[in-house]
Nanobody, 122 residues
């Protein structure tokens, strides 16, 4: 049974920080990524990391504020979110895939977590 379990979401004031964790089990993944979805909006790519090469990719909206990292021994990926803005409010989902192409495209990921809610107040 493959599982991705997110944690670390919550309520924070604008300018604050949160650290999300995603613990994977059942198998390892070539790429792990974070996506988010606000009510009434489409799913949006946030960040991704190559499990083997440690290459990272970020969306323009979070670059310089968010940092994705991994612990291969724990099969866990993290998302450090700093200087949070109200527009960052969304459900954040962890995803994993076997292939290594198109890390920004959600449809290429085979496995998804249940999500963790991040709410940023102004």
């Amino acid at each position: 049974q493959v599982q991705l379990v997110e944690s670390g979401g919550g309520l924070v004031q604008a300018g604050g920080s949160l650290r999300l964790s995603c613990a994977a089990s059942g198998r390892t993944f070539s790429i792990m990524g974070w996506f988010r979805q606000a009510p009434g909006e489409k799913r949006e790519f946030v960040a991704a990391i190559n499990w083997s090469a440690d290459v990272t990719v970020y969306s323009d909206s979070v670059k310089g504020r968010f940092t994705i990292s991994r612990d291969s021994g724990k099969n866990t990926v993290y998302l450090q979110m700093n200087n949070l803005r109200p527009e960052d409010t969304a459900s954040y989902y962890c995803a994993g895939k076997i292939g290594s192409v198109l890390p920004q495209v959600g449809s290429t990921y085979q496995y998804w977590g249940q999500g963790t809610q991040v709410t940023v107040s102004s």
